[in-house]
């Protein structure tokens, strides 16, 4: 059994890192600790009703859990297989009990693409990310593509910058491929200035790896040797998760001089330091 | 930690990897997965439900199957009396081929 616990900005303050000591605690004390598995996640999104604990398998989704309610959910759900209906989801329309968030209207029509792996893994370990399929596109950009490839087949993907301006990202990747110089950095904006979007924090708190990989496959499109993220103070979590991605991708020969690939290209830009965490103050 | 080297060894460490997160992905769609509830109440428990799930896992992972095992609360019959060996026949027979074990269900329902 797993159970998921939000440790994103939201759920934290309103005491996730202390439900998840008692989740410890408690089944510790009852010898379960090997049997029950508990994982703190990034955001699942859905911050109003936090804090969220979700346990699996059976995919049981509970709201604005407090501290004192994980003795409840460990002896009614996990020891005896009965759910905490007070803890579940009410739709706000039909006033029903929700148990599985897919039934649940706000989750109902969503598909996730960038977020998908928010809520779902640990962020802070390499090996969950890995487990879904991470560093993998990089891995195929390095050992299968010339940077001249991926620029294109960014550029036939569609994806465009969400800045406002919608400017092609394929385009912008090519522009800064042609333009030589010695020394080619990635900077990835995180500051996130619109007010009340959090969904940049939401990635780098909940995927951190993604971003990590994205920037290697930008640099090596590109031909830049370093990466810089611009991150606002007051993320701090999100600073903590990026930087823990970074050093873990380091160890794992993904982020660094001579990664990955021994084929194509030959000698082109083998060289990535990797990105380097600047929190604006 | 030895670094990856090559595609190849990144792919193969996600497949050894992809075990511990199983558990997560299957749950993520339960609703196309075969699912399986033992009860799991006290009188379950003393008939040897535990042994029997535990059983059954171990099973279904051995013939790979992608089954969904949750415990439940009683379900009021105190009988059906699945043992190691009825719950083989479960797996092999009732989830492979779906064919009905015989003496599993009481005698006067197809299904509980």
């Known amino acids: 059994m797993h159970v998921l616990v939000c440790g994103g900005t939201g759920c934290q303050a309103s005491a996730s890192a202390q439900i998840i000591e008692n989740f410890q605690r408690i089944l510790a004390e009852k010898g379960l600790q090997n049997e029950v598995q508990v994982v703190r996640t990034g955001c699942f999104g859905f911050c109003e009703k936090g804090p969220i604990v979700k346990i699996m398998p059976d995919n049981t989704f509970y709201t604005q859990v407090k501290p004192e309610d994980v003795e409840k959910i460990i002896n009614e759900h996990i020891i005896k297989g009965r759910k905490v209906t007070d803890l579940l989801y009410l739709d706000p329309e039909n006033k029903e009990h929700v148990s599985d968030s897919k039934h649940m209207g706000f989750y109902r029509k969503q598909l996730r693409i960038a977020l998908r792996n928010c809520g779902f893994i640990n962020p802070e370990n390499i090996d969950e990310c890995i487990s879904r399929g991470g560093y993998e596109a990089l891995g195929k950009c390095l050992s299968e593509m010339t940077p001249q490839q991926v620029i ?107 990664i990955i690939p021994a084929g194509y290209p030959p000698s082109a830009s083998r060289h990535r330091p990797g990105p380097r965490i600047r929190p604006a103050r | 930690m030895a670094k990856v080297k090559s595609l190849a060894e990144l792919k193969a460490m996600r497949e050894k990897l992809q075990s511990t997160l199983d558990l997560r992905e299957k749950s993520n769609d339960p609703d196309s997965l075969v699912q399986i509830k033992v009860a799991m109440a006290t009188c379950g428990i003393a ?36 043992d190691n060996n009825r719950a083989d026949e479960i797996l092999t027979k009732y989830v492979m081929n779906n064919e009905m074990v015989e003496g599993v269900i009481p005698v006067n329902y197809e299904t509980i």
């Not at chain 1, 087949?153 to 333009?179: D, H, I, Q």
């Not at chain 1, 920037?215 to 999100?238: D, F, K, Q, S």
């Not at chain 2, 969904?68 to 609360?73: H, P």
Request: aromatic residues 8%.
């Open chain 1, 152 to 258: 294109d087949e960014v550029t036939k993907s569609g994806l465009r910058g969400r800045g406002g301006a919608g400017f092609p990202t394929g385009v912008k990747w090519g522009l800064c491929a042609k333009n030589k110089c010695d020394e080619m950095y990635v900077i990835c904006n995180a500051d996130e200035g619109d007010p009340g979007a959090f969904m940049d924090r939401s990635i780098m708190e909940g995927d951190p790896h993604s971003i990590v990989e994205a920037m290697a496959i930008c640099g090596y499109a590109i031909g830049a040797t370093h990466g810089l993220v611009y991150i606002r103070a007051e993320y701090p979590l999100a600073i903590h998760r990026l930087q823990v991605a970074i050093a873990q991708a380091r160890e794992y020969g993904l982020l660094g001089k001579d």
């Open chain 2, 47 to 82: 008939a040897g439900a535990k042994q029997v799930m535990e059983h059954m896992m171990e099973k279904a992972d051995e013939l790979k199957l992608g089954i969904v095992f949750t415990q439940t609360g009683c379900m009021g019959y105190v009988f059906g009396h699945v």
